[in-house]
């Protein structure tokens, strides 16, 4: 069974930015379309960045030109880049794969306060 780890959150400034990433601790991950999800309290999880395993990305309207997904095929990994973090971008954040996905890890929370 896949375990996601993610990694990076804190509490940032307005205007700040944060590098989240994932490890996947298996290898097949890399084959798969990867997402990065947020839920913030009391929303739906919601999937706002992918990456195929092509390296072509999609993302959310709210994050477009911010925001950059990215992967490591070699290590099963997955990166989030983010920069002007927003109060709105608050959440916890998760990775899996947009396609039967695995079960999901713990996250890692970003706080966006002044």
């Known amino acids: 069974q896949v375990q996601l780890v993610e990694l990076g959150g804190g509490l940032v400034q307005p205007g700040g930015s944060l590098r989240l990433s994932c490890a996947a601790s298996r290898r097949d991950c890399s084959s798969r379309t990867m997402g990065w999800y947020r839920q913030a309290p009391g929303k739906q999880r919601e999937l706002f960045a992918s990456?195929?395993?092509?390296?072509?990305?999609s993302y959310a309207d709210s994050v477009k030109g911010r925001f950059t997904i990215s992967r490591d095929k070699t290590k099963s990994q997955v990166y989030l880049q983010m920069n002007g973090l927003k109060l709105d971008d608050t959440a916890v954040y998760y990775c899996?794969?947009?396609?039967?996905?695995?079960?999901w890890g713990q996250g890692t929370q970003v706080t966006v306060s002044s």
């Open positions: 899996n794969a947009l396609y039967a996905p695995f079960s």
């Open positions: 990456i195929s395993s092509g390296g072509g990305t």
